[in-house]
């Protein structure tokens, strides 16, 4: 956001626009935009003229994964697209409407972590309905579901995180919840995604070794049991799922 002070008067440029008269309210407690549209387009055309005078230049130091960059666009940070600065804010969400979904989610957070799965799956409901692109709310609301033995629903909202960010937990989870109701052969893709991605993850080439075995798949199932044991050898549960295949 950026904002403009003209004598008493601070203008922020935002997609819910605020304007401030600061000797009435040095706090900036109440936005009179609405009231005064008038002045907000004028000091809308005072920023723009200013901003034509700017040397832009770019940050080349700055590089962000593919992964970063989704988490942005879910945050509201980034349009995800190339615009001028005036059509990107204008398609962005309000800083305003989505501090009080973080701050819920943040209390979700402090729910889960303290195991009451189900008062935490209810702040979270309401947060990806306002904010359906929010991938955190959504990953955390698929962990509380499976965590109270809801596997349909679990799935659902881990299937919303990977279509916003197909990261690998993305994929390892929505496969877990998966196979938990006897899908192997959906969670296979997922699975296999999601070992390309993190090869050195042992969970996803065993949970694919698992998904192999129960379609019948065996020596698939036993090229992953053997290739976790080549990342972790003391990893028991491929040990014992390798000799069950012998």
Same mark, same amino acid.
């Given at each position: ?49 200013? &901003? ?65 799965? +189900? ?17 955190? !709310? ?9 965590? #109270?033995?809801?596997?349909? &629903?679990? +799935? ?6 990977? &279509? ?5 937990? !993305? ?5 877990? !919840?998966?196979?938990?109701? /006897?899908?192997?052969?959906? !969670? ?34 036993? #090229?992953?049991? +053997? ?6 050898? +003391?990893? /028991?549960?491929?040990?014992?799922? #390798?000799?069950?295949?012998?």
């Amino acid at each position: 956001m950026r904002s403009v002070i003209v004598d008493n008067w601070k203008f922020i440029r935002s997609p819910q626009p605020e304007l401030y008269d600061r000797l009435a309210d040095p706090r900036e407690l109440r936005n009179l935009a609405q009231d005064k549209a008038a002045e907000v387009k004028q000091f809308d055309q005072t920023l723009r003229e200013l &901003e034509s005078g700017f040397v832009l230049r770019d940050a080349p130091t700055v590089v962000m994964s593919p992964h970063d960059k989704r988490k942005l666009v879910s945050l509201g940070y980034t349009s995800g697209i190339t615009t001028t600065k005036a059509e990107a804010t204008d398609q962005l969400p309000d800083i305003k409407d989505l501090l009080p979904h973080f701050n819920a989610y943040a209390d979700a957070q402090a729910l889960l972590s303290a195991g009451d799965n +189900e008062a935490a799956a209810k702040l979270l409901k309401p947060i990806v309905k306002a904010a359906p692109k929010y991938f955190q !709310a959504w990953y955390n609301l698929g962990v509380c579901e499976q965590l #109270l033995g809801h596997l349909p &629903e679990a +799935e659902a909202a881990f299937r919303k995180a990977v &279509e916003i960010d197909g990261n690998a937990w !993305a994929q390892l989870a929505l496969s877990k !919840a998966l196979l938990a109701q /006897g899908k192997a052969a959906e !969670a296979i893709p997922h699975l296999e995604t999601a070992v390309s991605l993190q090869p050195d993850v042992v969970d996803a080439s065993f949970l694919l070794g698992e998904a192999f075995r129960q379609q019948g798949k065996i020596d698939q199932a036993r #090229l992953q049991f +053997e290739r976790v044991l080549e990342i972790n050898p +003391e990893f /028991g549960p491929a040990r014992k799922a #390798l000799q069950s295949l012998q």
